[in-house]
Protein backbone atom coordinates (compact mmCIF):
# COMPACT_ATOMS: atom_id res chain seq x y z
CA UNK A 1 0.00 0.00 0.00
CA UNK A 2 1.46 3.66 -0.83
CA UNK A 3 2.27 5.87 1.71
CA UNK A 4 -0.38 8.55 2.79
CA UNK A 5 1.92 11.18 0.89
CA UNK A 6 2.04 9.41 -2.24
CA UNK A 7 0.84 10.19 -5.49
CA UNK A 8 -2.36 8.32 -6.08
CA UNK A 9 -2.59 4.86 -8.96
CA UNK A 10 -5.88 7.23 -10.22
CA UNK A 11 -7.20 4.03 -11.91
CA UNK A 12 -8.30 3.34 -8.66
CA UNK A 13 -10.30 6.56 -7.91
CA UNK A 14 -11.68 8.01 -10.95
CA UNK A 15 -11.71 6.68 -15.08
CA UNK A 16 -11.85 10.67 -15.62
CA UNK A 17 -8.75 12.67 -16.50
CA UNK A 18 -9.96 15.94 -15.81
CA UNK A 19 -11.29 14.83 -12.33
CA UNK A 20 -8.02 13.23 -11.79
CA UNK A 21 -6.18 16.81 -12.85
CA UNK A 22 -8.41 18.60 -10.40
CA UNK A 23 -8.58 16.52 -7.23
CA UNK A 24 -4.92 15.26 -7.25
CA UNK A 25 -3.79 19.08 -5.76
CA UNK A 26 -7.32 19.56 -3.98
CA UNK A 27 -7.13 19.81 -0.40
CA UNK A 28 -9.97 17.56 0.55
CA UNK A 29 -9.49 15.05 -1.85
CA UNK A 30 -6.10 15.12 -0.36
CA UNK A 31 -7.13 14.98 3.63
CA UNK A 32 -9.56 12.09 2.84
CA UNK A 33 -7.39 10.14 1.12
CA UNK A 34 -4.53 10.57 3.76
CA UNK A 35 -7.17 9.49 6.39
CA UNK A 36 -8.28 6.65 4.77
CA UNK A 37 -4.89 5.05 3.99
CA UNK A 38 -4.39 6.12 7.53
CA UNK A 39 -7.18 3.85 8.86
CA UNK A 40 -7.34 1.46 6.46
CA UNK A 41 -3.85 0.48 6.49
CA UNK A 42 -3.48 -3.03 4.32
CA UNK A 43 -7.19 -3.37 3.67
CA UNK A 44 -6.81 -0.04 1.59
CA UNK A 45 -7.71 -1.54 -1.74
CA UNK A 46 -10.66 -3.66 -0.97
CA UNK A 47 -12.55 -1.10 1.85
CA UNK A 48 -12.40 1.23 -1.07
CA UNK A 49 -13.92 -0.54 -3.33
CA UNK A 50 -16.75 -1.90 -1.34
CA UNK A 51 -17.40 1.61 -0.19
CA UNK A 52 -20.08 3.76 -0.79
CA UNK A 53 -21.10 7.67 0.17
CA UNK A 54 -25.23 8.25 -0.01
CA UNK A 55 -27.23 11.29 1.32
CA UNK A 56 -30.93 11.85 1.56
CA UNK A 57 -30.67 15.92 1.00
CA UNK A 58 -32.87 18.09 3.26
CA UNK A 59 -35.81 18.26 1.08
CA UNK A 60 -35.63 14.17 0.71
CA UNK A 61 -35.71 14.09 4.59
CA UNK A 62 -39.12 16.19 4.28
CA UNK A 63 -40.93 14.34 1.41
CA UNK A 64 -42.82 10.81 2.51
CA UNK A 65 -41.54 7.98 1.75
CA UNK A 66 -38.21 9.11 0.38
CA UNK A 67 -36.01 7.68 3.45
CA UNK A 68 -38.36 4.39 3.57
CA UNK A 69 -37.17 3.72 -0.33
CA UNK A 70 -34.06 4.61 -0.26
CA UNK A 71 -33.75 1.85 2.50
CA UNK A 72 -35.35 -0.56 0.97
CA UNK A 73 -33.45 0.04 -2.07
CA UNK A 74 -30.39 -0.34 -0.94
CA UNK A 75 -31.20 -3.73 0.97
CA UNK A 76 -32.28 -5.10 -2.51
CA UNK A 77 -29.11 -3.92 -4.03
CA UNK A 78 -26.82 -5.33 -1.01
CA UNK A 79 -25.60 -2.27 0.55
CA UNK A 80 -25.38 -2.07 4.16
CA UNK A 81 -25.84 0.90 6.21
CA UNK A 82 -22.77 0.97 8.30
CA UNK A 83 -22.93 4.86 9.91
CA UNK A 84 -24.96 7.68 10.01
CA UNK A 85 -24.73 11.69 10.17
CA UNK A 86 -27.13 14.22 10.31
CA UNK A 87 -24.77 16.97 8.40
CA UNK A 88 -26.50 21.06 8.09
CA UNK A 89 -25.46 22.16 4.37
CA UNK A 90 -24.52 25.61 4.93
CA UNK A 91 -24.32 27.59 2.04
CA UNK A 92 -20.26 27.37 1.98
CA UNK A 93 -20.25 23.34 2.16
CA UNK A 94 -23.22 23.50 -0.40
CA UNK A 95 -21.03 25.28 -3.36
CA UNK A 96 -17.77 22.77 -2.18
CA UNK A 97 -19.23 19.58 -2.60
CA UNK A 98 -20.46 20.49 -6.38
CA UNK A 99 -18.25 23.36 -7.30
CA UNK A 100 -17.75 21.18 -10.42
CA UNK A 101 -21.05 20.70 -11.61
CA UNK A 102 -22.07 24.42 -10.57
CA UNK A 103 -19.62 25.67 -13.21
CA UNK A 104 -22.64 26.37 -15.40
CA UNK A 105 -25.46 27.20 -12.60
CA UNK A 106 -26.89 30.47 -12.76
CA UNK A 107 -26.63 33.02 -9.52
CA UNK A 108 -30.82 32.28 -9.43
CA UNK A 109 -29.66 28.75 -8.53
CA UNK A 110 -27.41 30.08 -5.40
CA UNK A 111 -29.84 31.91 -4.50
CA UNK A 112 -32.72 29.70 -3.86
CA UNK A 113 -30.23 26.67 -2.89
CA UNK A 114 -29.78 29.31 -0.32
CA UNK A 115 -33.39 29.38 1.00
CA UNK A 116 -33.68 25.76 1.75
CA UNK A 117 -30.23 24.95 3.09
CA UNK A 118 -31.20 26.65 6.63
CA UNK A 119 -34.33 24.16 6.36
CA UNK A 120 -32.89 21.13 7.87
CA UNK A 121 -29.96 18.70 7.58
CA UNK A 122 -29.62 15.97 4.94
CA UNK A 123 -28.28 12.53 6.34
CA UNK A 124 -25.65 11.11 5.28
CA UNK A 125 -25.17 7.18 5.13
CA UNK A 126 -21.53 5.41 4.62
CA UNK A 127 -22.04 2.56 2.83
CA UNK A 128 -20.54 -0.79 2.30
CA UNK A 129 -21.89 -3.29 -0.51
CA UNK A 130 -22.05 -6.70 0.60
CA UNK A 131 -21.84 -8.54 -2.53
CA UNK A 132 -18.41 -7.66 -4.89
CA UNK A 133 -19.32 -6.18 -8.00
CA UNK A 134 -16.69 -6.33 -10.95
CA UNK A 135 -17.53 -2.16 -10.68
CA UNK A 136 -16.58 -0.47 -7.48
CA UNK A 137 -19.08 0.01 -4.88
CA UNK A 138 -19.72 3.20 -5.61
CA UNK A 139 -19.60 3.54 -9.39
CA UNK A 140 -21.95 0.58 -8.94
CA UNK A 141 -24.75 2.68 -7.01
CA UNK A 142 -24.34 5.85 -9.14
CA UNK A 143 -25.67 3.31 -12.29
CA UNK A 144 -28.69 2.54 -10.30
CA UNK A 145 -29.71 5.83 -8.88
CA UNK A 146 -30.68 7.60 -12.24
CA UNK A 147 -30.51 10.67 -13.82
CA UNK A 148 -31.63 14.09 -11.80
CA UNK A 149 -33.43 15.30 -15.16
CA UNK A 150 -36.97 13.88 -15.20
CA UNK A 151 -37.27 13.72 -18.96
CA UNK A 152 -34.28 11.00 -18.98
CA UNK A 153 -34.75 8.74 -16.00
CA UNK A 154 -35.30 5.03 -16.58
CA UNK A 155 -37.58 2.94 -14.82
CA UNK A 156 -36.41 0.81 -12.00
CA UNK A 157 -33.79 3.27 -10.80
CA UNK A 158 -33.68 4.86 -7.55
CA UNK A 159 -34.96 7.77 -8.74
CA UNK A 160 -37.75 6.50 -10.33
CA UNK A 161 -39.47 5.44 -7.50
CA UNK A 162 -38.68 8.39 -5.31
CA UNK A 163 -40.91 10.63 -8.01
CA UNK A 164 -38.91 14.03 -7.82
CA UNK A 165 -40.67 17.69 -8.03
CA UNK A 166 -38.06 18.70 -10.24
CA UNK A 167 -34.30 18.94 -10.97
CA UNK A 168 -33.35 20.97 -8.34
CA UNK A 169 -35.40 19.03 -5.70
CA UNK A 170 -33.64 16.00 -6.66
CA UNK A 171 -33.68 14.15 -2.83
CA UNK A 172 -30.99 11.99 -3.09
CA UNK A 173 -27.54 12.49 -3.84
CA UNK A 174 -24.73 9.63 -4.12
CA UNK A 175 -20.80 9.47 -4.83
CA UNK A 176 -20.23 9.11 -8.38
CA UNK A 177 -16.78 6.92 -8.32
CA UNK A 178 -14.19 6.09 -5.38
CA UNK A 179 -12.13 9.25 -5.29
CA UNK A 180 -15.87 10.90 -4.55
CA UNK A 181 -16.48 9.30 -1.35
CA UNK A 182 -13.18 10.21 -0.17
CA UNK A 183 -13.47 13.97 -0.97
CA UNK A 184 -17.17 14.32 0.11
CA UNK A 185 -16.37 12.81 3.17
CA UNK A 186 -13.72 15.88 3.75
CA UNK A 187 -16.56 18.01 2.71
CA UNK A 188 -19.08 17.10 5.29
CA UNK A 189 -17.12 15.75 8.42
CA UNK A 190 -14.29 17.32 10.37
CA UNK A 191 -11.38 14.90 11.13
CA UNK A 192 -12.19 13.23 14.08
CA UNK A 193 -15.55 12.77 12.83
CA UNK A 194 -14.87 11.40 9.24
CA UNK A 195 -11.87 9.01 10.72
CA UNK A 196 -14.69 7.45 13.72
CA UNK A 197 -16.90 7.05 9.82
CA UNK A 198 -13.75 5.60 8.22
CA UNK A 199 -13.11 3.17 10.90
CA UNK A 200 -17.05 1.85 10.39
CA UNK A 201 -16.18 0.59 7.41
CA UNK A 202 -13.75 -1.88 8.78
CA UNK A 203 -16.06 -2.83 11.60
CA UNK A 204 -19.22 -5.29 11.69
CA UNK A 205 -22.68 -3.55 12.05
CA UNK A 206 -24.02 -0.02 12.50
CA UNK A 207 -23.55 1.57 15.81
CA UNK A 208 -26.99 1.78 17.83
CA UNK A 209 -26.61 5.39 18.19
CA UNK A 210 -26.53 5.49 14.30
CA UNK A 211 -29.50 3.33 14.15
CA UNK A 212 -31.32 5.20 16.11
CA UNK A 213 -30.60 8.35 13.61
CA UNK A 214 -31.74 6.10 10.69
CA UNK A 215 -35.01 5.29 12.84
CA UNK A 216 -35.75 8.91 13.59
CA UNK A 217 -34.98 9.92 9.78
CA UNK A 218 -37.80 7.79 8.53
CA UNK A 219 -40.25 8.83 11.17
CA UNK A 220 -39.89 12.60 10.24
CA UNK A 221 -43.17 14.85 10.14
CA UNK A 222 -43.59 14.73 6.18
CA UNK A 223 -44.80 17.32 3.65
CA UNK A 224 -45.95 17.93 -0.10
CA UNK A 225 -43.58 19.57 -2.26
CA UNK A 226 -46.10 19.89 -5.32
CA UNK A 227 -45.53 22.98 -6.67
CA UNK A 228 -48.99 24.32 -7.88
CA UNK A 229 -50.36 23.38 -4.08
CA UNK A 230 -47.38 25.93 -2.90
CA UNK A 231 -47.90 28.21 -5.37
CA UNK A 232 -51.65 28.47 -4.28
CA UNK A 233 -50.80 29.26 -0.61
CA UNK A 234 -48.76 31.82 -1.33
CA UNK A 235 -50.41 33.71 -3.42
CA UNK A 236 -53.38 33.34 -0.99
CA UNK A 237 -51.17 34.85 1.98
CA UNK A 238 -50.09 37.52 -0.09
CA UNK A 239 -53.61 38.40 -1.61
CA UNK A 240 -55.22 37.79 2.54
CA UNK A 241 -52.83 40.39 3.80
CA UNK A 242 -54.52 43.32 2.87
CA UNK A 243 -52.94 46.42 0.42
CA UNK A 244 -52.22 46.45 -3.11
CA UNK A 245 -50.06 43.71 -4.42
CA UNK A 246 -46.83 44.80 -5.55
CA UNK A 247 -46.56 44.66 -9.42
CA UNK A 248 -43.48 42.51 -9.49
CA UNK A 249 -45.40 40.05 -7.68
CA UNK A 250 -48.46 39.73 -9.77
CA UNK A 251 -46.15 39.34 -12.87
CA UNK A 252 -44.17 36.39 -11.21
CA UNK A 253 -47.72 34.67 -10.00
CA UNK A 254 -48.79 35.06 -13.11
CA UNK A 255 -46.16 33.62 -14.92
CA UNK A 256 -45.93 30.50 -12.00
CA UNK A 257 -49.45 29.56 -13.33
CA UNK A 258 -48.45 29.61 -16.51
CA UNK A 259 -45.49 27.27 -16.09
CA UNK A 260 -43.00 30.02 -16.89
CA UNK A 261 -39.42 31.09 -15.55
CA UNK A 262 -38.84 33.79 -12.91
CA UNK A 263 -35.85 36.07 -11.92
CA UNK A 264 -35.66 35.03 -8.57
CA UNK A 265 -33.74 37.92 -7.51
CA UNK A 266 -37.02 40.43 -8.24
CA UNK A 267 -39.09 38.24 -6.57
CA UNK A 268 -37.14 37.25 -3.27
CA UNK A 269 -36.97 41.19 -2.60
CA UNK A 270 -40.57 41.70 -3.28
CA UNK A 271 -41.99 38.64 -1.13
CA UNK A 272 -39.72 39.70 2.13
CA UNK A 273 -42.78 41.06 3.50
CA UNK A 274 -44.82 38.30 3.40
CA UNK A 275 -41.96 35.91 4.33
CA UNK A 276 -43.06 35.73 8.38
CA UNK A 277 -46.48 34.70 7.01
CA UNK A 278 -45.21 31.87 4.69
CA UNK A 279 -43.76 28.23 4.53
CA UNK A 280 -40.49 28.92 3.99
CA UNK A 281 -40.41 25.32 1.82
CA UNK A 282 -43.63 26.42 -0.33
CA UNK A 283 -40.47 29.47 -1.56
CA UNK A 284 -38.41 26.60 -1.86
CA UNK A 285 -40.47 24.60 -4.06
CA UNK A 286 -41.83 27.80 -6.12
CA UNK A 287 -38.05 28.69 -6.62
CA UNK A 288 -36.57 25.03 -7.53
CA UNK A 289 -39.02 24.96 -10.03
CA UNK A 290 -39.82 28.39 -11.87
CA UNK A 291 -36.08 29.38 -11.78
CA UNK A 292 -33.55 28.83 -15.33
CA UNK A 293 -31.13 26.47 -13.93
CA UNK A 294 -28.05 27.24 -16.17
CA UNK A 295 -26.46 30.06 -17.82
CA UNK A 296 -26.71 29.44 -21.58
CA UNK A 297 -23.86 28.44 -23.48
CA UNK A 298 -22.29 26.45 -20.38
CA UNK A 299 -21.39 23.04 -19.02
CA UNK A 300 -20.04 21.69 -16.09
CA UNK A 301 -16.73 21.08 -15.50
CA UNK A 302 -17.50 17.32 -14.15
CA UNK A 303 -20.23 15.44 -15.27
CA UNK A 304 -21.20 11.93 -14.03
CA UNK A 305 -19.01 9.23 -15.62
CA UNK A 306 -20.00 6.65 -17.88
CA UNK A 307 -19.96 3.30 -15.52
CA UNK A 308 -19.37 1.20 -18.81
CA UNK A 309 -15.35 3.24 -18.38
CA UNK A 310 -14.71 1.07 -15.46
CA UNK A 311 -14.96 -2.41 -17.23
CA UNK A 312 -11.81 -1.91 -18.91
Do not use: C
Not at 88 to 99: I, K, Q, S, V, Y
Not at 232 to 257: I, Q, W, Y
Amino acid sequence: MASSTSRPDWSRFTRTGLKADLYEREPHFREGLADARDVWGTAFDETLHQAALFMVKPEGQVTDGVVRVVRTFLDEQSYEVIAVRNVWLDRLMWREMWRYQLTSATLDRFAVSDEWLVLGPALLLALRATRRHELPASVHLTSLKGSATLADQQPNTLRSRLRQANRMLSLIHVADEPADVLRELAVLLDRPERQEVLRRYLGDEMHPDDKQLLEDATALPKRSLDPVAALGRVEKTVLASGGEMPDVLAAAFAAMRAGGRIRWAGFASAIDTYRPLIDPWDLVVLGTTHIEYDEPGTSKLLVNPDPKSWLS
